[in-house]
Every structure is written in structure tokens, then in C-alpha cells.
């Protein structure tokens, strides 16, 4: 029996609990899946603005979910063999804490994990405008190797609804993790 792949997600404050929730959801729907979450202080209450959803119902979508300041989950050490990570949405606060190296919850922690250990790491990063300091800090992180996949909105596949936008920013993430998918509307030539 293969082993399933474990992707661990961080939910964290910036606005765009949806496109956490769109994601989680679909990774749910694949069974060689195993997600691990980790949900903001922040998040929880983004997640009360921005969803209709309670906590616990969103909590319920992980396989497995942690603590924010549980620093002893098994996701917090390179010993867990996870095959990456996706923080969505990224605060700057987060994007800044993992491009320096402070650990101060689970999600930096694991992410800094995820890097030594030279695994997939993804930042979803929404905020806008950036300024110079985000900017540094998410190309110091690229040039780390992490992926930085902004929600940037693609209007080739004609999308009608907000869903449709959220499933085609679903699609990038999932491509990057190597799952495969046909969420969002993919490109077909002309």
C-alpha cells in the first residue's frame, strides 16, 4: 500500500479564508490525501467575516488539526515526513516571521521545518499593495525555493462567479503540489 501524501496548511490572518477553505475542501475530496491544519488566532476571526462557517466545521475538513502554539505537534519536527506545506492565506506578519527564521507558532514553526528539511513550502500572499519590506521578504523566501502563488485573478477561462476565480486559484496550488486536478479552468490554446 503506497503512503498517502501529507500536506500540512496554515490558515493565517490576512483576508482570503476562502481560498483556505476552497482548498481544504478539495484536498479532502482526494483519498491518497492526508491534510494536517493549523488555523490563526487571526484566521478564526477572518474566518467569522469572511465565511459562512463555524470553526469547528472547518477544523473537521483536516484529517488532522493543531493548536496554534502547540510547538510539540509532529508537525513541528523534520522526524514528521510531510510532502509540503501551504500557507493560505499569508499574512505579511508570516511571510516576515518564516523569511527570518522566528518560530513563534506552529505555523512559522513548521514552515521553517518544512524548509530545513528542503520540502515543498507555498505562500499564498494576500495582501496589496505590497510594499519594499514584503517584497524583500517574499523573494528572499523565493530564493529559498519556496513558491509564492498569489491570488491573481485569470480571465482567459472566462470566469463567471467569485468560485470560479477561487477554483482556478485552487488549480495553481494543486499543480504545485503535484496533485493532480481539473479545478479551474486550464488554458487550451487558441
Known sequence: MTRKKKIVIGITGASGTTYAIDLVKKLREIPSVETHGVISN?????????????????????DYHYPINDLGAQIASGSFLVDGMVIVPASMKTVAAISMGYSDNLISRAADVTLKE???L??????????TIHLENLTKLSRMGVQVIPPV?????HPQTIQDLVDHQTMKILD??????????RWKGE
Do not use: C, H
Request: proline share 6%; hydrophobic share 40%; no cysteine.
Open 118 to 120: 528542503q520540502r515543498k
Open 176 to 185: 504545485a503540489l503535484a496533485i493532480d486536478n481539473d479545478t479551474g479552468g
Open 153 to 157: 485573478p485569470a480571465f482567459y477561462n
Open 42 to 62: 487571526w484566521a478564526k476571526q477572518n474566518l467569522k467575516l469572511e465565511a459562512d462557517m463555524q470553526l469547528s466545521e472547518l477544523e473537521n475538513l483536516f
Open 122 to 131: 507555498i505562500i499564498v500572499p494576500r495582501e496589496t499593495p505590497l510594499s
